[in-house]
């Protein structure tokens, strides 16, 4: 959730007299870093993953399933206890493997990530599952007994009726106004405090969320939401609900939390070069909707400076890659910049594609504001320029290099949910990671109109989507082919190394971070996967992909005999797609005949390599999942949950997830993550017989199991 300074924060009333000082100096910030950082290239790919968790607290004589609010406890144990195992020395060179934990919005939230961010080895990804196992172990290590951290998007009863918390609070407080959640949910550093009443504040009302109610059998139409206290008259906002901001067939959310208070799943990279992290960016709300009635359209602007189409928190809005592929065509969506901050940017070096994005995010406020954070060193310090950035909340997050760490140019990947169990957290980590490299290296073009982009997230939140929903997608991946004047001539790295190539290079590697901005030495260990230590190829000139990459013919491109593209209209450049044909492949007309869908991507890519056999398992292992989720032979967490509920013996038919069944879904959620209960329809079958072998022989174990001074995963079972 980005900086977490300490100091007094000012109200909105003066945070917005402040506005624009921040703003100024936060670009300021930005060009310095710009301008210091823009050809620094030659770093190695580095990418991490963060998963959140909720913290459940059982009752189980009561059958109540809890969100405890113990954050802060936790969290401090698991920061004593990370700070141990350093100072004990046995990890000297093994940072990695002693995990990070982080605050969340939530108080019945944490986040972990790895201890340091994974290379660009094929062995690294070996490392990805038993990692996020042995995070999910600690965290549980440092609860009580009846406490268990759960990867779970949202809890069911979240507001709902009765006790929901440990402890129990009522609804209220003078920080959110909810009707459902108590002040007492959210983390209390004073920074979320001030972030969600700044927002209320900013945008005159409480913040407004619709869901539609699923309609069952016995549900009464119209349904209009018994558990809203439409008569509650404790603060002025109270009246919001009755005068139409809950509407009919709906579930009414009024508070930061229900948005903030979910969990998922990020994926960082750190690319080699500036231009590498904007060819990435390609790949892939109403909760902090802050926007002035004004600035939503619902009135004439005239103390407001834009009119404003989306929330902080929504898809990306426009592509930054400087290549030729990306058509200005592409960015067709309606957003509003900061003319004159574009212009500044420009004006000092800063093309107009980058500085158009950036005079995007900068249209915002900035929502809290530490009175004694003011005065910066704008050569020293990007915090006004984070400020902006980091409450910018979406899909994909461009991230300039921290001024003064060895970190470089990054790109973020927000969209994912969280999965129920690390099996699947990490296979959807590393099939991403393999379909970014797969893109870099095979010089792909994903582009089509970033409109068409939005339409797909807003069909992708349609109940059942995957099986009910099509999606926009290019038809031609490899469109313009290498070679081709457009090609975008990448200066990426050189595709995934293996360990054994790697280790043979001899540059110093580069010294990386825990994830907390904090750098220190990489790890020297000698049965790791040795972390890559080639640097991308730095200036080359335009060429195409690695020569290995097309030097067989299962990995040539598809298109290899069609004609090059001269670039037609963009409407003939993409159709709708299945889930399943856009992961899986599809040989429809309409298609083009031979499109290789997602994991026919990644497979062309690995064609090229030389991949050993347990890296050529954990990877399959990962694809299954993908695979079967897209093609509908296994479920999804939500139908799996609908279903659940719907053939539980207590459930009416009415829509109502009562206290007792969702004690019954959450106990069972937590026993299919502990391998306590079979889902032969959400996960594949022998899904966890790696999983046990990782704990005593796999590649974690052989990694970090000294570090970790037991057997890491503690035997067979995590528990
Ligand atoms: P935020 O909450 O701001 O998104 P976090 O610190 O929680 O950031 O997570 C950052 C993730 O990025 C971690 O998983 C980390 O391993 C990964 N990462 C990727 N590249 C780098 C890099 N160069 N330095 C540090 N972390 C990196
Ligand atoms: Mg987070
Ligand atoms: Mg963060
Ligand atoms: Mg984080
Ligand atoms: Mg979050
Ligand atoms: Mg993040």
Redo the contacts with the bound molecule.
Sequence with gaps: ??LLALGTPLPWSEAKKHADYVREHGIEQLLHIWNRLKDRTGDRL?????IEYLVISYDDEGKNARLSLRQTEILQDLQADAQERRDAGSGKGKEACIPVF?PEYGRYML?S??G??YGATLEDLLLVEGNMRFRRKLAKSRMKPHEVPLTLTSFPRLGAPGQFTDPYYPPGGGVARSLFLPDEVINQHVRFPTLTANIRRRRGSKVAINMPVFFDEKTPRPFIDPTVPRDRDEWPEDKNAREGAALDDHIYLDAMGFGMGCCCL?L???ACSVGEARRMWDVIAGSVDDRTPEERGLEPLKHDRFRIPKSRYDSVDCYIADTPSNRPEYNDNDMPIDTAIRDRLVSRGMDQLLATHFAHLFIRDPIVIFEETMCQDDEKSSDHFENIQ?TNWQTVRFKPPPPGSP??W?V?FRSMEVQLTDYENAAFSVFIVLLTRAIMTLGLNFYLPISKVDENMHRAHRRDAINTQRFFFRKNLFDPKPGHPCDPGLDTNPAFTTASSSASASAPPPT??N??GHAREPSSASDCPSLPVTACSSHAPSRAPSPSAYSSPSTAPSSATSPPSSFGPVEDEYAEFTLAELINGSTRPEHGGDFPGLIGVVRRYLAGLDVSDEVRRGIERSLELVRRRADGSLVTLATYIRRFVRAHPQYQGDSVVSQEINYDLVRALDQIERGDRDAPDLLPAGWRDEYERDAGSGAFARCCGDVLGEAPLGGAKVD
């Design positions: 959730m980005g580095l990418w991490g993953d963060e982080h986040e990530t790895p340091a961010p990020q960082t990279f750190q980091s970190i470089g990054r973020e990386h971070s994830g907390n």
